[in-house]
């Protein structure tokens, strides 16, 4: 085994096949959308039980309530989390993890009911257990097991239920809600500010996320995903 592994040797032989596959992967991959795995593949041998809370890694400039953060620093609910030009952030909150992209703005709220809110910019995010209630500008997730990616643009929001349960209800047309589960990318929709037809399927499918980004992300919260990512092409978005 490489050399990263050291005196977690042992304990990655006792974990269970597919964790060992989806690790494997990680130390072939050398990169993953600019962040580096290591620390990820760290996390998940590491010898504590607590998951470590906080920012793990950032690029460019990222703001905490205003103020320039860094490595280390805890992000709490209420929290609001902007990222600068060509910065992005990876994060962790209690049973969640994040990667928000560049230009990216998220206000946390206090409870299950006010999970999050992306205001503007671009979300990836995986979630612990319980129900949670996500917020845009165009519409309301309730969302269960999840893990899934938001664009939110002026015009219209992307939204890929990676896997999961969610209920979706569009504000311009609340009738038009949807409950629909997900076990790969199944269903990326774009969400509009229009009565008449706020929700439409994405003709090209799912872009901008990754399964080796949500793996990171699961293996920061000593997860692993619900489906074998090895039995999906190597390098492709899905």
Request: charged residues 20%; contains cysteine; hydrophobic residues 35%.
């Amino acid at each position: 085994m490489n050399k990263l592994f050291g005196e977690q040797s042992n304990y990655y032989r006792k974990m269970d096949i597919k964790k060992r596959k989806s690790l494997e992967k990680i130390i072939n991959l050398g990169a993953i959308s600019a962040l580096s795995p290591l620390f990820a593949i760290q996390s998940v041998l590491a010898s504590q039980a607590a998951v470590i809370q906080g920012i793990r890694t950032l690029q460019g400039q990222v703001w905490i309530n205003g103020r320039l953060a860094k490595v280390g620093d805890l992000v709490r609910r209420t929290d609001r989390i902007t990222t600068g030009k060509h910065a992005h952030v990876v994060y962790v909150i209690g049973e969640e993890a994040y990667l928000q992209r560049d230009q990216s703005e998220v206000l946390f709220g206090e409870d299950a009911q006010q999970f999050f809110r992306v205001i503007t910019g671009k979300l990836l995010a995986v979630f612990g257990r319980g129900e949670k209630t996500l917020h845009t500008p165009v519409a309301t997730m309730g969302i269960r097991g999840t893990g899934c990616y938001f664009e939110v643009e002026p015009e219209r929001t992307y939204f890929c239920l990676c896997y999961g349960w969610t209920h979706l209800q569009p504000t311009a047309n609340p009738q038009q809600a949807m409950r629909y589960t997900s076990f790969h990318h199944d269903r990326p929709v774009y969400i509009y500010p229009r009565e008449q037809q706020p929700i439409e399927p994405v003709p090209g499918g799912v872009y901008n996320h990754t399964d080796d980004e949500l793996l990171m992300l699961e293996a920061l919260q000593y997860r692993s995903l619900p489906f074998d990512i090895n039995s999906y092409s190597e390098g492709s978005y899905y």
